[in-house]
């Protein structure tokens, strides 16, 4: 690429080389490239092997203007190249990586406010077509908008389908070697990485296999062998804008000390260029979210959202964003984490987004061949997914970063919103006939004042709808820590069904007459 070449903003920029007849082995990093820009940003990006002689380096800018690149390696013929780039807008529908935004929550790398509403199909990389691609069919038509999936092939319980690829390839002595990786099973890797961004669904890669069960062994790898297998996947996957890296799915189901996790996510954090969002799983035991290399919290916990106040208190723990990515499952199979209901799983998300939380979903239905969603994929059966869908409508038209707590120690009603402008109440699954108008007063952000007007919606979270009331609600009675619109009569509700309600602010405090 040199002089002439223009690409988009975010899009993956892969340059390719001609190494020598005996490949650098891939557990070495054979070349980095370093692209600097032109106003002074630089960014260095490691290359890696791709079968035969076959090398590559791919990047994603993040600023427009004009680049140059050179790489450097201790193999002559990857060294010494050189060329430029230019860089203009960004393909429509494109905003580049999801990164933290606002403590809690998160966007785009252009500003673009993204809201996770997961679904898992953990199996889903080595499922044969026409499944590989329904899967992300259903999720992208329900408007789920990230996936979360295992690099290496799952065993055990509910796995019907075992793929003849494998990652690596073996040595003499039996055992994987992770220098001669086999580039067909990441080439595909790759191509389901692509599959999901074209589609808008962000990819949650889980690195490392706590499902192996003894079947093919990709857990036994020593920690010097999950390093160079992390920094080859790394290489590969970090300039697609869509990834974001999960160390693993429960975690602590494998035999490891908490040291050894926690050199795989500092290793995770100094080897990705473009600084994906970073965290692990857990299964009984909650990794300490606190530590730098984490940039959010991937938390398996049911409880946590059956009840309102429960999910909010890992915000106030770890001060980052909370993503609740198992709250158990849509389902049929007898398994205490598979049975739920599709009301009781959108009753769940609600309580995750009322306590400022983010949420997964899973199906676990058992199918015509013994094997469940969650591990295959597939067209989605289950009631919750466009109910799911419905919620992230209206969390994409919240204006801000995101839904906090207003009061959020206090508030017995467990409102979120945007002080001063935007506030969503959760009724639960059998609403009163009534509802009437009150506002808690947080502590920071904008302050309720006397004459503030709102606007209301009642929200049927299960049927889908959104009423306007059709009044305003002018704010006459102001306290310190809640507001009332003292003259205004109490909304009507179906009562019974499950509702929220939103409260937008339609404008300023009236003003005062002067006849």
Known sequence: MRGGSTVALYSVVELPFTGPATPVPADRTPLTVTFAHEGGHVVEVPGFWDGADRYLARFAPEVEGRWTWSSASDVPRLAGRSGELAVGPAEPGEHGPVRVAGTFHLAHADGTPFRPVGATVYNWL???????????????????????FMVFPQAGGYVEHFPELLPFERGAD???????????????????????????????????????????????????EDAAYLRYLVARLSAYPNVWWSLCNEFDLLDRPTARWDRAGELLAATDPHEHLRSVHNWV??????????????IQLGQATEDVGRASLFRDAYRKPIVLDEIKYEGDVPERWGHLTPQQLVHQFWIATVSGCYASQGESFTLENGSLHI??????????????????????????????????????????????????????????????FRLPQGRWGARLETGDRFEVDVIDTWNMTVTPVGR?????????????????????????????????RSGPAAPTSTT
């Open 174 to 224: 039996g055992r994987y070697d992770v220098s001669r990786p086999v580039v067909e099973y990441f080439r595909r890797l790759d191509a389901a990485v692509r599959l999901l961004q074209a589609r808008g669904v962000q990819a949650d890669v889980l690195i490392y296999n706590a499902y192996d069960n003894a079947r093919f062994g990709l857990d036994t790898l020593t920690e010097d």
């Open 285 to 298: 035991r909650l990794y300490d979210y606190n530590k730098p290399w984490v940039t959010h919290a991937s």
């Open 126 to 148: 080595h499922q044969d077509e026409p499944l590989f691609s329904e899967t992300v069919d259903a999720i992208a038509g329900a408007g789920l908008n990230k996936l979360r």
């Open 375 to 436: 591990v295959q994929g597939g067209p989605l059966r289950g009631e919750s997914p466009p109910r799911l869908g419905f919620l992230r409508g209206l969390l994409e038209q919240v204006d801000g970063a995101g839904l906090d707590p207003i009061d959020g120690w206090w508030d017995d009603g467990f409102v979120v919103g945007v002080p001063g402008s935007t506030y969503l109440q959760y009724l639960g699954r059998r609403s009163p006939a009534t509802w009437t």
């Open 472 to 504: 305003t609600f002018e704010l006459t009675d102001v306290r310190r820590n809640e507001a009332f619109a003292g003259d205004a009569a109490p909304v009507r509700l179906p009562a019974g069904e499950a509702l929220a309600v939103r409260v937008r």
